[in-house]
């Protein structure tokens, strides 16, 4: 070793959390909206969504009628933006942002409400990929619905036959956004001071498991909806749906 | 287990503040009853490693040895708890000690948690009866308020609830949910509820109560059993009520 004293190596030590910032900033308001958000307006929509969509199995003819009702409302485009796009965009950001700033330590604490808070940011994360995908590929680019109604069956099941692989996204998708929403109900509830309660909580959670499986099964059903509209050759079908 | 007559440690220690981390372990003789805090007595009266190497002993912090005073906390087996309590007969060998990971280390086990002070302060954690005169006997308080307020009031600022809560950390500088339950308790009380208003305001500041993602390790770990996501939920709701209330009001 060196005879000669060297200067110690500067210590880095480490600060901790930071006590509570009380009066500053703006975080409650934006965690409270992100909050909010999740129910109203996207879990409503969701909800809609799931049901409207339930129309695909009966046939090109009811689900298109679907399309043609949404497409009809007044002032469509504000709502689709305001009620729908920009409030996901909002919630799924600021998720990815809280999910980023959070420990998840599921692994040292293996308990229930821990791996839900864990499953929370997975599946909305998940929810989150398959959104961008299914608005860019149904409403952002191909045939535009608002004008072309009639060709919404068709647009979806062009999609999804022969194509297992987009099939299965949208399988994860729709579970994911239930779980995500499901749970979100529970979080929402106990975080705004509406089940207090030990007793109150444990019930929630048998109600959003049933809010949950019911909302997976009517995806699946929607999604088996199309998948099951087997016609003779794809070719036929297209002609057929288109007019 | 090995050997069923000798106990196995591995303790990280960290000679100071800044310094390196490093593990060391120790091997004694089993003793009935015995816990992780006796066993760190027990290194202290001959501090020498598994390998026979001579050793300084264990800073760790310790008082009640009954699971009141708080000091105690420490990761063991990874995981939050108090080391007087903590029954070495119950545990996986080898025994893994380890500091808080999100509070500064002073010395080996022992660190700074003075952040939950500095949150109690925060919020006034108090019933403000400074005066200068006699204030007289205080208003009665009911059976079921009691009843409520009771188990809060065992909080021992141990943090092991903060340890164990993803969402208490350096990038959100979250409260944690022991100071949260003591706004319900001071705003449970009587005379304490003269600043309920300031202390639902400030648990709405940036690190406040909306950082809590209801993990719910907090009400897991704690040693006292405090009913804190039942804490967080009522704590919650009136800080809901009161901000949307002020829209209005101011
Ligand atoms: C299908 C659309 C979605 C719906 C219906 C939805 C709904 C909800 C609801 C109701 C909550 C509970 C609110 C709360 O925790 O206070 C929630 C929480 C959350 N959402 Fe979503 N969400 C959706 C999409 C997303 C996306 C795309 C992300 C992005 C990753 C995301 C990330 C989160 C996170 C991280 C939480 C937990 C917040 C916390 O623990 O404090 N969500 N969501
Ligand atoms: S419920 Fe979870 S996130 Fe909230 S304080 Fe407790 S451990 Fe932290
Ligand atoms: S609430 Fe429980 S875990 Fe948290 S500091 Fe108090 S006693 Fe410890
Ligand atoms: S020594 Fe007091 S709680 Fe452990």
Redesign the interface.
Same mark, same amino acid.
């Given at each position: 070793m060196a005879a000669t004293a060297s200067p110690p190596a500067p210590?880095?030590?480490?600060?901790?959390?930071?006590?509570?910032?009380?009066?500053?900033?703006y975080?409650?308001l934006l965690?409270?909206l992100h909050s909010l958000s999740g129910i109203v307006p996207i879990g409503a929509f969701l909800v809609e969504h799931y049901v409207s969509n339930t129309e695909a199995m009966k046939g090109p003819a009811a689900y298109n009628a679907t399309v043609k009702f949404l497409n009809s409302l007044p002032f469509v485009l504000s709502l689709e933006w305001g009620l729908i796009f920009l409030p996901i965009l909002y919630h799924g950001l600021y998720g990815v942002w809280?999910w980023y700033? !959070?420990?998840?330590?599921a692994g040292?604490?293996p308990?229930?409400?821990?791996w839900?808070?864990t499953l929370?940011r997975w599946t909305g994360g998940i929810a989150f990929a398959y959104i961008i995908y299914h608005t860019w590929t149904m409403r952002f680019t191909g045939v535009h619905l608002a004008t072309e109604p009639d060709a919404g069956f068709d647009k979806v099941y062009r999609a999804l036959y022969g194509h297992p692989w987009v099939v299965l996204f949208y399988f994860v998708g729709v579970l994911a956004a239930s779980w995500h929403f499901a749970y979100g109900i529970w979080?929402f509830c106990?975080?705004? !001071?509406?089940?207090?309660?030990?007793l109150a909580?444990r019930r929630l959670g048998y109600v959003c498991l049933v809010i949950g499986l019911g909302m997976a099964g009517i995806g699946v059903y929607s999604l088996t909806g199309f998948l099951s509209y087997l016609a003779p050759t794809p070719g036929s079908t297209v002609t057929l749906l288109r007019h | 287990m090995a050997n069923p007559k000798t106990v196995l440690f591995k303790i990280k220690r960290q000679a100071?503040?800044?310094?390196q981390p490093h593990w060391e372990e120790f091997e004694l003789a089993w003793k009935p009853g015995m816990n992780v805090t006796s066993s760190l007595m027990e290194i202290a009266a001959n501090p020498v490693t598994r390998a026979g190497k001579a050793t300084t002993p264990i800073t760790y912090d310790s008082n009640c040895l009954e699971e009141v005073c708080g000091s105690c906390a420490m990761l063991i087996n990874?995981?939050a708890r108090m080391a007087c309590s903590a029954l070495v007969d119950q545990l996986d060998q080898p025994i893994r000690l380890e500091p808080f990971s999100?509070?500064?280390?002073i010395r080996d086990l022992a660190v700074?948690r003075s952040?939950l002070f500095?949150?109690l302060k925060?919020?006034k954690a108090w019933v403000p009866i400074d005066g200068t005169y006699d204030l007289g006997s205080g208003p009665r308080m009911t059976m079921e308020d009691q009843e409520a307020a009771y188990p809060l009031s065992r909080c021992i600022s141990c943090c092991c609830c903060?340890e164990?809560c993803?969402?208490?950390?350096?990038?959100?500088?979250?409260?944690g949910a022991a100071?949260i339950s003591q706004v319900r308790l001071f705003n449970t009380h009587p005379t304490g509820a003269a600043l309920k208003r300031e202390r639902l305001?400030?648990?709405?500041?940036?690190?406040?109560?909306?950082?809590?993602?209801?993990?719910?390790?907090c009400v897991?770990?704690c040693p006292k059993d405090i009913?804190l996501?039942?804490s967080?939920?009522?704590?919650?709701?009136?800080?809901?009520?009161q901000?949307i209330g002020d829209l209005f009001r101011k």
């Open positions: 210590i880095s030590v480490k600060s901790g959390v930071a006590p509570l910032r009380a009066g500053q900033g975080s409650f965690r409270r809280i700033r !959070g420990e998840g330590n040292d604490y308990w229930m409400g821990n839900m808070y929370q979080l106990a975080k705004w !001071g509406i089940t207090t309660g030990e909580r | 100071a503040p800044g310094a990874g995981r999100k509070f500064p280390v700074d952040v500095e949150n925060q919020v903060m164990a993803p969402q208490f950390n350096e990038s959100t500088g979250f409260v100071t305001a400030a648990l709405m500041g940036d690190g406040g109560i909306q950082e809590c993602g209801y993990a719910q390790n897991e770990v009913p996501t039942r967080i939920a009522e704590v919650g709701g009136e800080v809901m009520k901000a």
